[in-house]
């Protein structure tokens, strides 16, 4: 549950205690179906209590396992209240872009270079563009079609980074405007820091590891993400009122808590994990 550092940002917030393990499941990105079905790792594993957003994945959990629902928000709104806002930098520019990212046990791949080479040449309103790589990818060496050409290349951190939101706060605040050649959980982690997005078409082949379970995908999810997708095409001047409704939505924003109201939802995960027996005694 601390995937991209959420468990620590929750902490620090509410005030739990840093050196305490979490225990509840925290979903690590955003998820863009009503039809989603509860990804299988987080359905599986052995703490009781889940921290859901958005609202139609608490009835993913409440289906698939049997999970005590909390009403959650994303972990990045907390970040974000914890720094209390995007930095002001005296001159924001150019792009910031995040080309659709692999893992180890799931590979996506997309034409990196005709990519790269469509950065270059958009209008100088959105020069220069920088390449933000996730650290998967880098590893691979899929950053040197954008390195190539001359592209700043950035990464806000490792899976196991505690300041990784930190990170992309703060690269965020640096860009006039962001995005990426599919949605994706930093679509409206971009919008709700105020920056405009844009998604650029283009073909995603993707290929699972032998024996990792992931969850499957159905006709309504597609119509679904293709629906928000549509949002956001064209290259972008404003955040429009839609897409700040979906981003409020995908991210939770009316399940926010207070520092008081979050630490009840993570004191209550505690107390259920040693009722249940996942807290492992000796």
């Known amino acids: 549950n601390n995937n991209y550092g959420a468990a620590g940002v929750l902490k620090a917030y509410?005030?739990?205690?840093?050196?305490?393990?979490?225990?509840?499941?925290?979903?690590?990105g955003v998820y863009?179906?009503?039809?989603?079905?509860?990804?299988?790792?987080?359905?599986?594993?052995e703490?009781?209590?889940?921290?859901?957003?958005?609202?139609f994945l608490d009835r993913a959990y409440k289906r698939g396992s049997r999970k005590i629902v909390i009403p959650a928000a994303a972990p990045f709104l907390y970040a974000l209240a914890r720094v209390g806002g995007l930095p002001q930098f005296p001159e924001r520019k150019g792009m910031i872009f995040f080309p659709?990212?692999?893992?180890?046990?799931?590979r996506l791949e997309s034409?990196?270079?005709e990519i790269a080479d469509r950065l270059l040449e958009l209008p100088e309103e959105y020069q220069p563009v920088t390449a933000c790589i996730h650290w998967f990818d880098y590893s691979i060496g899929l950053h040197k079609p954008f390195e190539?050409?001359?592209?700043?290349?950035?990464?806000?951190?490792?899976?196991?980074?505690?300041?990784?939101?930190?990170?992309?706060?703060?690269?965020?605040?640096?860009?006039?405007?962001?995005g990426s050649n599919g949605l994706a959980s930093n679509t409206f982690y971009a919008l709700?820091?105020?920056i405009p997005y844009w998604i650029m078409p283009s073909s995603i082949k993707v290929s699972v590891a032998p024996g990792f379970e992931v969850a499957n995908s159905s006709e309504k999810q597609g119509r679904e993400k293709g629906r928000v997708a549509a949002l956001f095409e064209g290259l972008p001047?404003?955040?429009?009122?839609?897409?700040?409704?979906?981003?409020d939505f995908y991210l939770g924003a009316e399940r926010f808590k207070t520092p008081g109201g979050l630490l009840t939802d993570l004191l209550f995960a505690e107390r259920q994990a040693r009722e249940q027996g996942s807290i492992r005694r000796g």
């Open 47 to 55: 703490l009781p209590v889940v921290l859901s957003f958005p609202e």
């Open 192 to 194: 709700t820091s105020g």
């Open 111 to 113: 034409p990196l270079e």
């Open 32 to 45: 863009l179906s009503s039809d989603q079905s509860a990804p299988p790792q987080e359905k599986e594993a």
């Open 237 to 247: 001047t404003e955040i429009t009122e839609e897409q700040l409704e979906l981003t």
């Open 100 to 106: 659709k990212h692999s893992t180890a046990a799931v």
């Open 14 to 28: 509410a005030g739990y205690p840093i050196e305490k393990p979490l225990f509840a499941i925290v979903p690590h």
């Open 148 to 178: 190539e050409r001359g592209m700043r290349i950035v990464t806000a951190g490792h899976l196991h980074d505690d300041v990784f939101m930190y990170r992309l706060i703060h690269l965020l605040a640096a860009h006039k405007y962001a």
